[in-house]
């Protein structure tokens, strides 16, 4: 069976990529040599063959030549030769040859009122030929009806599968198309992720880094210990930093996959406290943090949306508010978890924030939140996120 189907596919290919009209041709002229037998060998009885019955026999097949360029009018030619050669009796066909063709070919190409229309009419015209043949036997009746449906059912199939391979073709490339569009969106949301990522991790460790470059001189002299303090934060900010894009960037190599290196983890809602101590040593700005109601487990990508809301509002406040201090606020409700972190400086330059606020908002769009900036009750800067928690983010995102 392997052996038949590997000459077999081939040759059915070759079949299917040459010219239609060297095909059809080829079909034609064995239609024709097919009804020539009768007049080569007839049978005793039979009409002799004439010339009337050698041009209408090839009537009944150069039509087919152009089956396929012109289905319903070679069909309506090849009919009008075979119903004149079974009225001449020049003689009339034993096999419709070029019926059986015809009948295949609109049943796998024609129109439905063609398809219906061909088959009726042969159908009909088997029958009304049969009645007025002299010596017809039933079995011919049989014969002829039998084979027009076979032919035309043949055609029917064709056209189903067809239909069926370009359905599966389409629904592939659909498919295809839907799973690149699919990664490129999960490449351009995992950049973003990324790019989020380093622009918190790099704003808050460069802010304290500055913060503290700035005091370091002013003291060197006269505090000693506490300009080496501040050179001590500037060196931790910065090998925090470091670790942290380290373990963001290894998501990028190709052989830390491969190997399957496993990703560091992220920083979640545990982390705040350390946060808030790092902040409020290396800046000197007070920054308070309150919880009310009752903590529960997030999604992870909602707790590192929690965590990088607080120390982009925090980063924030340390390089353009101009404050003295802030409050970091987690209040827990059945629905959600509410962070807010209020200042009483004067709030990013501009109506609209830094990028680190728009990558704020993304984030809390990203876990089905919200988030709002804008000036605080009594003054400074507030900054509020609300994101959802499990069931109530499922809903949220849809």
Same mark, same amino acid.
């Given at each position: 069976?392997?052996?038949?189907?590997?000459?077999?596919?081939?040759?059915?290919?070759?079949?299917?990529?040459?010219?239609?009209?060297?095909?059809?041709?080829?079909?034609?002229?064995?239609?024709?040599?097919?009804?020539?037998?009768?007049?080569?060998?007839?049978?005793?009885?039979?009409?002799?063959?004439?010339?009337?019955?050698?041009? /209408?026999?090839?009537?009944? $097949? #150069?039509? @087919?030549? %152009?089956? =396929? +360029?012109?289905?319903? !009018? *070679?069909? &309506?030619?090849?009919?009008?030769?075979?119903?004149?050669?079974?009225?001449?009796?020049?003689?009339?066909?034993?096999?419709?040859?070029?019926?059986?063709?015809? /009948?295949?070919?609109?049943? $796998? #190409?024609? @129109?439905? %009122?063609? =398809? +219906?229309?061909?088959? !009726? *009419?042969? &159908?009909?015209?088997?029958?009304?030929?049969?009645?007025?043949?002299?010596?017809?036997?039933?079995?011919?009746?049989?014969?002829?009806?039998?084979?027009?449906?076979?032919?035309?059912?043949?055609? #029917?199939?064709?056209?189903?599968? =067809?239909?069926?391979?370009? !359905?599966?073709?389409?629904?592939?490339?659909?498919?295809?198309?839907?799973?690149?569009?699919?990664?490129?969106?999960?490449?351009?949301?995992?950049?973003?992720?990324?790019?989020?990522?380093?622009?918190?991790?790099?704003?808050?460790?460069?802010?304290?880094?500055?913060?503290?470059?700035?005091?370091?001189?002013?003291?060197?002299?006269?505090?000693?210990?506490?300009?080496?303090?501040?050179?001590?934060?500037?060196?931790?900010?910065?090998?925090?930093?470091?670790?942290?894009?380290?373990?963001?960037?290894?998501?990028?190599?190709?052989?830390?996959?491969?190997?399957?290196?496993?990703?560091?983890?992220?920083?979640?809602?545990?982390?705040?406290?350390?946060?808030?101590?790092?902040?409020?040593?290396?800046?000197?700005?007070?920054?308070?943090?309150?919880?009310?109601?009752?903590?529960?487990?997030?999604?992870?990508?909602?707790?590192?949306?929690?965590?990088?809301?607080?120390?982009?509002?925090?980063?924030?406040?340390?390089?353009?508010?101009?404050?003295?201090?802030?409050?970091?606020?987690?209040?827990?409700?059945?629905?959600?978890?509410?962070?807010?972190?209020?200042?009483?400086?004067?709030?990013?330059?501009?109506?609209?924030?830094?990028?680190?606020?728009?990558?704020?908002?993304?984030?809390?769009?990203?876990?089905?939140?919200?988030?709002?900036?804008?000036?605080?009750?009594?003054?400074?800067?507030?900054?509020?996120?609300?994101?959802?928690?499990?069931?109530?983010?499922?809903?949220?995102?849809?």
């Amino acid at each position: 069976m392997p052996a038949a189907r590997s000459w077999y596919a081939p040759a059915l290919t070759r079949l299917r990529t040459t010219n239609p009209y060297v095909v059809d041709g080829a079909l034609a002229v064995l239609v024709l040599f097919a009804a020539s037998l009768q007049w080569m060998f007839p049978d005793e009885g039979d009409d002799p063959l004439s010339l009337v019955g050698w041009l /209408l026999g090839a009537a009944t $097949a #150069v039509p @087919l030549v %152009w089956r =396929r +360029r012109f289905p319903y !009018a *070679s069909a &309506l030619a090849v009919s009008a030769a075979t119903t004149a050669m079974a009225y001449y009796h020049a003689p009339p066909p034993d096999v419709l040859y070029g019926g059986f063709v015809v /009948l295949y070919t609109m049943a $796998a #190409v024609g @129109l439905p %009122w063609q =398809r +219906r229309s061909m088959l !009726a *009419s042969w &159908l009909l015209g088997a029958v009304l030929t049969m009645q007025h043949k002299e010596h017809s036997e039933p079995f011919e009746y049989a014969f002829h009806v039998t084979g027009m449906i076979c032919a035309y059912g043949l055609g #029917v199939l064709a056209r189903v599968q =067809r239909a069926y391979t370009a !359905a599966v073709e389409d629904r592939a490339r659909r498919l295809e198309r839907e799973r690149a569009a699919e990664t490129a969106r999960a490449i351009a949301q995992e950049r973003s992720r990324i790019a989020r990522d380093m622009h918190d991790i790099l704003a808050h460790a460069v802010s304290l880094m500055v913060v503290q470059a700035e005091a370091g001189p002013v003291v060197v002299r006269s505090d000693p210990a506490r300009a080496e303090a501040a050179f001590d934060a500037i060196a931790t900010s910065g090998r925090d930093a470091m670790a942290q894009l380290r373990r963001i960037l290894g998501v990028l190599k190709e052989e830390e996959r491969r190997s399957g290196a496993t990703r560091l983890p992220q920083p979640d809602l545990s982390g705040l406290p350390s946060l808030v101590r790092q902040v409020s040593e290396s800046t000197g700005l007070r920054v308070e943090s309150t919880t009310r109601g009752r903590p529960r487990p997030l999604p992870p990508d909602t707790e590192v949306a929690a965590y990088r809301a607080v120390q982009e509002a925090l980063t924030n406040t340390v390089k353009h508010a101009y404050a003295s201090c802030a409050q970091v606020e987690l209040d827990w409700s059945e629905d959600e978890l509410t962070l807010t972190v209020t200042d009483d400086g004067g709030g990013p330059a501009g109506t609209g924030g830094g990028h680190g606020l728009i990558g704020l908002r993304e984030r809390a769009t990203a876990c089905g939140g919200s988030a709002e900036t804008g000036p605080g009750p009594q003054g400074g800067f507030r900054v509020v996120v609300r994101l959802p928690v499990t069931a109530e983010r499922e809903a949220a995102l849809g």
